[in-house]
C-alpha cells in the first residue's frame, strides 16, 4: 500500500517538479524565508478571518507540499527583464504615436492614434512598475520582515476588538530553523462584551412607528455579542427600510450611535441609536408618488413631435407607437398616490430590462415645484439582430470546430415579443461505436426558431397577468430539426415545445414545459453497427437498438434551479441545485396512439427525475474546494419498459467519473466483454455506451491557481448507473447490472486523477487524466486496482489504461 501511494504521488508532482523548490537561494546572505504561519485560537474565533489581515505571506505551495513553484517562474522571468530597455521602449512608442498625432487632421482618427497611445503606454507602465508577463506569473521570495510580525498583531488586535473582545492579548512566535522562519499567533480573547442595553432616540414620530413595526428584522439584538459590523449593517437596513416607506431623501448619516461600555460594567454594553432630523426641517419628509412617466427615446429624436397616451395611471410618451402598452404596464410597479418605494424601483428597471427590448432603463424622481414625478426613460434595442459564433465544442473527449448562425427580430408583433433563429452546425470527434479507440469526424446540424412572449400566454385574468410581471413570465414556442451524420448511422429529429418560465428573488429559477413533442428517425449505415445491435438484442439489451427505431416522444418537463451565491465566482463560497421531473406520454392516457403505430412509430410512457447539487468552498484566495452529487431514476410504463434513449442516465466521461471512457462505466457490477486486443485497450472491451434507468454519482475536486491563466487540480469521482431489471452479458460470471441497496455502495466505481485548466477569459480548456482507483467490473477479489494503471501502452490484462479527457469549462 505505501507502494502504491508513493507511485501515485510521484505522478502528482511531475507537472510542478519543475517550478523550483522553495526558492531559498534567491535569498540575500542575511534574509530568511517565510516559510509557515500558523493561529492558535479558540474555536468561537474564525481564523479565516484573521487569515485575510497577515501584513505578510509566505509564498504559495503546490497543494501544500514544500514546493513553490510560482518563486521559480517570477526569477525565470527577472532574468530577461531590463528596466532600462522598457523606458526605451515606452519612449519610443510615444514619440511614433506623437509624430502620427501631429499629421493627422481628421479629430476621428486623432482620437484613435490617442486611445491606442493610451493603451500602450499603461501596457508598458504595467511592466516597468511591476515585471514583465512572467514575472506577473509568478512571485518573488517570501524574505522574512519582522516588523510585519507587529503589524499583523496589531491588525488581529484591532479585528478582536472590532468583535467585541475589548481585553484581547495576541502573542506571536518566531521560531527560525536555519534560514526557514515559522510564525504563530497565539490569541486570547478574553471574555466577549455583550449589547445589554438598546435604546432609540427619534423625534421623528412616523419613523419610529416604522421601525418599531419591523423590530423583529433588527440586526442590532439584546444578548449578542458586540460586533462593530454589525452596527454599519444596521445604519444599512434603517437606510434601506425608511426609503422603502417614502424616504426619498433619506440618507445613512442621518443615523448615529452612542455607545457605552462602562455605564452597566460586567462587560455588558449599553447602545442608543440615534435618527437625526435635517437640519433645516423638523421631520424627514415622506414622498408621495404625483404622477408616472414613461418615455420612450429614439436616436435624433429631440425635434420630432411625440405622442402621449395614459393606460394604467401612467402616461406614455412616443414618436410612434411600437409597443403593447398593456405588456409594459405589467413590468411598473410605480404607482400615483403611492410612496416612494426603492425596491419597487428597482424592480420596475430591472423587469423592464428583462424585457429585452432596451439599451437602457433609467429612472429618476422629479422633486421641482412641490411635486414627486417618477420619470422612466429607455431606447429602444435595433429591431434586427445578426450574430456568429465560432469555436470549438468537445462531446464525449474529442474536441471538434462549430459555427453557430443567430438571428434575432424584436418586437415582432408590437407586443414585446421576440423572435429567435439559430442555425449551427459541427464537426464533433465521437469514438467509433464498433472500435472505441478509434475516432470518427460527426457532422452535427441544427435549426431551431423560437416565439418569446414576455408574459405566460394562457387565459388568465389580467390581474393575475399583472401580478405576474414582477417575476419575469415568459413563454417560448420552439420550433426545431437536428441532424447527426456518423460512418455508423444518420439520425434526424423534428420537435415542437412549449414552454413557461418565471423567477422569483433572482435566485430562484422556475421552468415548465407543458409539451414537447418530437419525432426521431434513424438509418443504419454500418454493416458492423447492425451486427453489434443483434447482438446486444440476443443478450437481452434492447435498449440500443430500440433507440434506432422510428419514434415520437411526448412528455411534459418541470425543473427548479437555485442559485443564490452566484455559483462559479471565486471570491466567496457558493451553492448550486437543479432538480428536474418530467413525465413521458401524458397524451396517450387521454388518446390511444394508434395511428402512430400504423405509421410504425413508438411511443413511450414514463417518468424521470434527476437532482444535481454542487458546492464551492472558497479554501484561499487561490485555492477552491468544489463538491458535486448528481443522481437520477427513471421508470417505463411501456409493457417492453423500454425509454426513449435520450432519456436513459449514462456514467463516465469529462463531466462524470473521469477514470471511464464516455457512457462506459455500469450498469452495476455487469462485466464488459473481454478484448480482443488488450495490448491496446486493456482487459476489457468498452464498445458500446451503457444506458440505465438509476443514476448516482459524486466527485470532490481542489483547484488551484498555478500562475497566470493555468490553474491545476486533482479530483476524486466515484459513481455508477443501475438498471431496473437484471441484463444478461456474454462474458461469464459477468456480475449484475440491477440496483440493490444491500450492495450498490459496493459497485460505485471510484476514480481519481489530476488536470490542468487553460482560462482564455473567453473559455475555460480542461484537460483531465483519470485513472481507476476500483473497478466494480472486476472479480471481487481483484477490483482495487490504483496500482495497476498505466499512462500509455501496451497494457495487456493486468494494466489499466489512464483514460485522457479534454473539456471546456469545469466539470461541475
Known amino acids: 500500500m505505501k507502494k502504491r501511494i508513493a507511485k501515485y504521488i510521484s505522478i502528482l508532482l511531475t507537472p510542478v517538479l519543475l517550478g523550483g523548490c522553495l526558492g531559498v537561494k534567491h535569498l540575500k546572505p542575511d534574509e530568511k524565508l517565510l516559510y509557515r504561519q500558523g493561529i492558535q485560537a479558540p474555536s468561537s474565533i474564525s481564523t479565516d478571518e484573521l487569515e485575510n489581515l497577515y501584513a505578510q505571506e509566505p509564498n504559495r505551495k503546490f497543494l501544500g507540499l514544500p514546493i513553490a513553484p510560482l518563486v521559480g517562474i517570477y526569477y525565470f522571468g ?71 510580525v507587529t503589524e499583523t498583531s496589531n491588525r488581529f488586535e484591532a479585528y478582536l476588538f472590532s468583535n467585541g473582545y475589548f481585553t484581547n492579548k495576541v502573542i506571536p512566535k518566531v521560531t527560525t530553523v536555519q534560514r526557514f522562519v515559522n510564525v504563530g499567533y497565539r490569541i486570547i480573547p478574553g471574555q466577549p462584551y455583550v ?42 437596513r434603517i437606510d434601506l427600510l425608511l426609503k422603502d416607506h417614502g424616504f426619498y431623501d433619506f440618507s445613512r448619516q442621518y443615523v448615529e450611535y452612542e455607545i457605552d461600555t462602562s455605564y452597566l460594567g460586567n462587560r455588558r454594553v449599553s447602545a442608543i441609536v440615534i435618527i437625526r432630523d435635517p437640519e433645516d426641517k423638523i421631520e424627514h419628509k415622506q414622498f408621495t408618488i404625483d404622477s408616472v412617466n414613461f418615455n420612450i427615446s429614439a436616436p435624433n429624436s429631440l425635434n420630432a413631435v411625440r405622442q402621449h397616451a ?66 422612466i426613460f429607455t431606447s429602444p434595442l435595433d429591431r434586427y439582430e445578426w450574430s456568429n459564433e465560432v469555436g470549438i465544442n468537445v462531446t464525449q473527449g474529442y474536441p471538434g470546430p462549430f459555427y453557430n448562425l443567430n438571428f434575432k427580430k424584436r ?38 426558431a423560437s416565439l418569446i412572449f414576455p408574459q405566460f400566454m394562457f387565459p388568465l385574468r389580467e390581474s393575475v397577468q399583472i401580478r405576474s410581471g414582477r417575476y419575469n413570465p415568459k413563454t417560448r414556442v420552439t420550433t426545431g430539426f437536428g441532424y447527426t451524420d456518423r460512418p455508423e448511422y444518420k439520425r434526424s429529429s423534428t420537435s415542437v415545445s ?44 434492447t435498449n440500443l437498438s430500440n ?101 436513459f442516465f449514462f456514467a463516465g466521461g469529462s463531466n462524470s467519473v473521469r477514470a471511464w471512457r464516455p457512457r462506459r462505466l455500469g450498469p452495476g457490477s455487469l462485466r464488459p466483454p473481454l478484448s480482443e486486443d488488450p495490448t491496446s485497450d486493456g482487459l476489457y472491451s468498452y464498445q458500446i455506451e451503457q444506458p440505465a434507468e438509476i443514476l448516482l454519482e459524486g466527485s470532490i475536486e481542489l483547484r488551484q491557481k498555478l500562475f497566470g491563466f493555468i490553474s491545476g487540480s486533482i479530483f476524486l469521482d466515484a459513481g455508477n448507473v443501475w438498471t431496473r431489471d437484471e441484463r444478461i452479458t456474454e462474458t461469464e460470471n459477468g456480475g449484475l447490472s440491477s440496483f440493490s ?19 482564455f477569459s473567453f473559455l475555460i480548456l480542461r484537460l483531465d487524466a483519470g485513472i481507476k482507483v476500483y473497478d466494480p467490473a472486476r472479480e471481487k477479489s481483484d477490483r482495487w486496482v490504483l496500482d495497476n494503471f498505466k499512462f500509455f501502452g501496451p497494457f495487456g490484462t493486468n494494466k489499466e489504461p489512464v483514460i485522457y479527457n479534454i473539456g471546456i469549462g469545469y466539470p461541475f
Not at 107 to 125: P, S
Not at 313 to 321: A, E
Not at 353 to 374: C, E, H, P
Open 310 to 375: 395614459h393606460y394604467r395611471n401612467t402616461k406614455f410618451s412616443y414618436l410612434s407607437k411600437e409597443y403593447s402598452l398593456k405588456v409594459l404596464s405589467q413590468r411598473l410597479f410605480l404607482y400615483p398616490g403611492t410612496l416612494y418605494n426603492r425596491t419597487q424601483t428597482l424592480n420596475t428597471q430591472r423587469q423592464l430590462a428583462n424585457l429585452d427590448a432596451f439599451k437602457f432603463v433609467n429612472i429618476n424622481y422629479d422633486t421641482s415645484n412641490g411635486k414627486f414625478i417618477a420619470n
Open 741 to 759: 441497496f444491500d450492495r450498490f455502495y459496493k459497485e460505485l466505481g471510484v476514480g481519481t486523477g489530476f488536470g490542468l485548466r487553460f482560462d
Open 547 to 647: 433507440s434506432f427505431n422510428p419514434s415520437f416522444v411526448s412528455s411534459m418537463i418541470f425543473s427548479f434551479t437555485w442559485n443564490p451565491n452566484n455559483y462559479g465566482n471565486i471570491e466567496k463560497s457558493s451553492h448550486y441545485l437543479r432538480a428536474t421531473l418530467e413525465s413521458g406520454g401524458n397524451l396517450f392516457y387521454a388518446f390511444e396512439p394508434k395511428n402512430l403505430v400504423d405509421q410504425g412509430l413508438a411511443y413511450f410512457k414514463y417518468l424521470r427525475a434527476s437532482l444535481d447539487v454542487r458546492k464551492l468552498t472558497v479554501l484561499s484566495k487561490h485555492l477552491v474546494l468544489a463538491k458535486r452529487i448528481n443522481t437520477g431514476v427513471s421508470y417505463s410504463f411501456n409493457d417492453d419498459k423500454s425509454l426513449p434513449y435520450e432519456k
Open 498 to 541: 412549449a414552454t413557461y418560465s418565471w423567477q422569483h428573488k433572482q435566485s430562484h429559477f422556475y421552468s415548465f414545459s407543458l409539451a414537447n413533442l418530437s419525432v426521431i428517425t434513424s438509418e443504419i449505415k454500418l454493416q458492423e453497427f447492425q451486427d453489434l445491435l443483434d447482438l446486444q438484442d440476443e443478450l437481452g439489451n
Open 78 to 148: 527577472e532574468r530577461r527583464y531590463d528596466t532600462a530597455k522598457l523606458v526605451q521602449k515606452k519612449r519610443k512608442i510615444e514619440s511614433k504615436f506623437d509624430k502620427k498625432i501631429a499629421k493627422s487632421k481628421k479629430t476621428k482618427k486623432t482620437n484613435t492614434l490617442a486611445f491606442r497611445k493610451q493603451k500602450k503606454v499603461e501596457k508598458m507602465n504595467d511592466r516597468i512598475a511591476n515585471g514583465n508577463t512572467i514575472m506577473q506569473w509568478g512571485e518573488p521570495v517570501s524574505a522574512f520582515d519582522s516588523t510585519k
Open 411 to 448: 418586437n415582432i408583433f408590437k407586443g414585446l415579443e421576440n423572435f429567435d433563429l439559430n442555425g449551427r452546425i459541427g464537426f464533433e470527434g465521437v469514438p467509433s461505436a464498433t472500435n472505441p479507440l478509434e475516432a470518427y469526424a460527426s457532422t452535427e446540424a441544427s435549426i431551431n
Open 195 to 236: 449589547l445589554d442595553s438598546i435604546r432609540y432616540q427619534i423625534s421623528d414620530t412616523t419613523i419610529q412607528r416604522i421601525l418599531v413595526a419591523y423590530s423583529d428584522e433588527n440586526i442590532l439584538k439584546k444578548g449578542d455579542r458586540y460586533v462593530a459590523d454589525n452596527f454599519s449593517k444596521e445604519r444599512e
